[in-house]
């Protein structure tokens, strides 16, 4: 998707953008016909050879923006029939109709037929239950039939807020939004059921779509670069000495993927902190990456007066032990930065907030299930999407929240939020995790603030995996970077 405005808006935020352009200088009507027009040249565009445009009309707006696109298909020659209901007298839609009077056949009414594209008007950025029975009906109707979908401003059902379905909901093949993308757009998995997006100018001010909502997609305005700059003048500990926690000897393998992928993200040197029963099966596999015996908190304390160290990785492969919550709370206390991942996040499920009165930097890297762990009111609590989900982490442990998956969603504690989408499925693959909490640690001792050294790690490990090999292991990725 080529979107220039990276700002994502829910879709009270939305709204509120409308109402304000509409108080200004531009009309409801005004708005509703660049948006309609705009769909048509899309449908035109893309489905070349339709023979009928079925246009499904709600009652508010969306059937307004129905209205008008059924005008220009028209006038283009296009055999157009609605169904749906008629809007309310007075309103923009009312004047969409009005300028374009004719049948509107009852929804139950439609069957399918090859060569059939629905556009979908029935509700956008107003729903707010599951839709109509008599509308389930037929998306399920038309998903038998196969007739392709595109969508105005959301597939009706799709929540833009949470990007979560209310009930049934339109697959989408494309779908058309206005002025900025909503977060229901870029949220799992409304990010699937949206199809092709589109965003189309319509009119609306740019000064208009500063959002005080900061929440954006997951690009170079918010990190600068995904490498860290180097220079002449750059050595080694410049570019910061990263340390990764070594489990016990079982499961020394994933904080060795952490340290290379830290090391490989520019980290200017790493080592790994193995407990002495896992100090030989390191060194067998070591070689730039370096090593050091830890084995309890004493001997952490006592490494950590050379203030050389810049941050550290706890969990990956750690085990259940008691020492996570020691070694963090020693780490912090001392001023470093610290990613807690794995069995670090589990070794707080209940005391995670615990965290919060440090105020050295802290990334979490929970992927579902160990957000889960942590904050299961915030999972449970179906009003909330994963941003705000995450949001609330992150004020709650007064850290950066990386809440993983398809949709990774950033969160700092003041409330600034970025969603990457453009990671591929193939990092669905053992260890992958691992790789992307050396990242982020590499991207800390580098020196960066920490939400934007997290927003940098999370780009650099989607681009390491667009960039590996189809049938990638962790340790394909971690030679991507
Ligand atoms: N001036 C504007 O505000 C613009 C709005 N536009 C369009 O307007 C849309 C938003 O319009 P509205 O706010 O009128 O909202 P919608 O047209 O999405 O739906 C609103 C109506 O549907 C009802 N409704 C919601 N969920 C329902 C459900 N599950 N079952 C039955 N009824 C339900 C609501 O009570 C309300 O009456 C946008 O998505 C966009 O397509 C565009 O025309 C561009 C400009
Ligand atoms: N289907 C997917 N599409 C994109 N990214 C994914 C997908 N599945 C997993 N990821 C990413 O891969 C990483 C997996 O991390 P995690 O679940 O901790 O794995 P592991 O414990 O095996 O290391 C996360 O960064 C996550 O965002
Ligand atoms: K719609």
């Known amino acids: 998707m080529a979107i220039e405005n990276t700002r994502l808006f829910t879709p009270a935020a939305m709204g509120a953008v409308d109402r304000a352009a509409i108080d200004g200088s531009l009309s409801g009507p005004g708005l509703m016909e660049r948006a309609g027009a705009a769909v048509a040249a899309s449908a035109l565009e893309h489905w070349p050879g339709l023979k009928r445009a079925i246009i499904l009309c709600g009652p508010g707006n969306n059937g307004g923006d129905g209205h008008v696109i ?242 550290f990785v706890l969990g990956p492969g750690f085990g259940h032990n008691e020492l996570v919550k020691d070694y963090a709370r020693i780490v912090l206390e001392a001023g470093r930065a610290l990613v807690l991942d794995a069995d670090g996040l589990t070794a707080f499920a209940d005391t995670i907030a615990d965290l919060s009165s440090f105020d050295a930097p802290k990334v979490l890297t929970p992927h579902e299930g160990e957000f889960r762990r942590l904050f299961p009111d915030l999972l449970d609590d179906d009003a909330l999407s994963k941003i705000d989900r995450a949001r609330r982490a992150a004020s709650r442990v007064n850290a950066i929240v990386v809440y993983k998956g398809a949709d990774t969603v950033i969160a700092a504690p003041d409330g600034r939020a970025a969603i990457n989408c453009d990671a591929p499925s193939k990092l669905a693959t053992a260890g992958s995790g691992d790789v992307l909490a050396g990242i982020v640690g590499a991207s800390l001792a580098n020196g960066r603030p920490p939400f934007e050294a997290a927003c940098a790690a999370v780009a650099l490990h989607a681009e390491a995996a667009r960039r590996a090999p189809d049938h990638m292991t962790a340790e394909d990725l971690i030679a991507a970077i």
């Open 70 to 311: 059924a005008r220009h298909l028209a006038r283009a020659g296009v055999p157009v029939e609605r169904f749906g209901m008629k809007p309310r007298e007075g309103t923009d839609a009312a004047w969409a109709f009005e300028s374009f009077p004719g049948v509107i056949a009852a929804l139950a009414d439609y069957r399918p037929e090859a060569g059939d594209l629905i556009i979908d008007a029935l509700f956008g950025a107003g729903l707010d239950r599951a839709v109509p029975d008599e509308i389930a009906k037929l998306i399920e109707r038309a998903a038998n039939a196969g007739t392709p979908v595109l969508a105005v401003d959301l597939p009706s059902g799709l929540s833009g807020y949470s990007g979560r379905p209310t009930g049934p909901c339109f697959r989408a093949d494309r779908t058309v939004t206005f002025a900025a993308l909503k977060t229901g757009h870029v949220l799992l998995p409304g990010r699937d059921l949206c199809g092709e997006l589109e965003v189309v100018d319509i009119g609306i001010p740019s000064r208009l779509l500063a959002n005080d909502d900061p929440v954006v997609l997951n690009d170079p305005s918010v990190y600068g670069t995904t490498s860290p700059a180097i220079d002449a003048s750059s050595h080694k500990y410049a570019r910061g000495h990263l340390v990764v926690f070594s489990g016990p000897l079982i499961s020394s393998g994933a904080s060795r993927m952490s340290a290379q992928a830290g090391l490989r993200a520019g980290a200017g040197l790493v080592t790994v902190a193995s407990p002495p029963g896992a100090v030989m099966a390191q060194s067998a596999h070591l070689t730039a990456v370096m090593q050091r015996s830890v084995g309890d908190a004493d001997a952490l304390s006592d490494w950590l007066k050379d203030d050389r160290l810049a941050a």
